[in-house]
């Protein structure tokens, strides 16, 4: 079992909608939990850290679920500028901080 | 611009030959991450320093690769004897280490491609 599984996606999306990605982890002692957002052919940069009790940055809402070992992300009026790759992150506290990416959620959102 | 810095951008090898990358973090970072990201996947875990100390790496690493970080500053990556399996984008990041997680700032990559 991968350590952190993402929806595969694509996701196809006109502009205006509502998506909602998903993520699980398999090991409890993951400590932090984050979204990244991946551009084509560009680096990784953080989109947010997610904390238990739900967080919201604009159109942004990221929430965790310890219980369930479960992140999503919901993107609200999606924009053309919202088309790229959604990584979910986790890190483990294993002595150092192991951080670990999900193989990512392809978003398109089209005109 | 003072942010992570990767060297060489490209680099194509023939099968069998020994390769090195060099990243450089942002100075005050004492977190260094190595990744390798294939076409469709995601960044995956290679290895991880605290300072010039090696702290984890990855199990599904061969003995084909080593980092090394020696002052704690600057990092290699080495590849001996390549294989054309080892085709990908190399990332390197850094973070501040502070306490707990902070975000990682990645570099530009380099991309190997063994031939």
């Known amino acids: 079992r991968k350590e952190v599984e993402q929806d595969p996606g694509p996701f196809n999306v006109p502009e205006g909608a509502t998506v909602a990605f998903n993520c699980t982890y398999s090991?409890?002692?993951?400590?932090?939990f984050f979204w990244y957002r991946q551009d084509c052919r560009k680096e990784p940069k953080l989109l947010m850290s997610?904390?238990?009790s739900g967080n919201e940055d604009g159109r942004f809402t990221a929430q965790l679920n310890r219980a369930s070992q479960y992140i999503s992300l919901l993107i609200r009026d999606s924009k053309l500028s919202d088309s790229a790759t959604y990584l979910c992150?986790?890190?483990?506290?294993?002595?150092?901080?192991?951080?670990?990416f999900g193989a990512g959620t392809r978003l398109f959102v089209k005109a | 611009d003072t942010g992570v810095s990767q060297d060489p951008r490209h680099k194509i090898t023939k099968r069998g030959q020994n390769v090195t990358f060099r990243c450089d973090p942002i100075?005050?970072?004492?977190?260094l991450y190595w990744y390798r990201q294939t076409l469709g996947q995601g960044p995956e875990f290679l290895t991880y320093f605290q300072n010039e100390a090696q702290l984890e790496k990855s199990r599904l690493l061969s003995d084909r690769f080593s980092a090394e970080r020696p002052k704690g500053s600057f990092s290699t990556l080495e590849i001996q004897r390549t294989e054309q399996g080892d085709s990908a984008m190399y990332l390197c990041a850094s973070s501040r280490g502070d306490r707990g997680h902070s975000p990682l700032h990645f570099g530009n990559g380099t991309r190997l491609t063994v031939t």
């Open positions: 100075s005050e970072h004492n977190r």
């Open positions: 992150v986790v890190t483990l506290n294993t002595g150092g901080f192991k951080t670990i």
């Open positions: 090991n409890s002692a993951s400590q932090s």
């Open positions: 997610v904390y238990s």
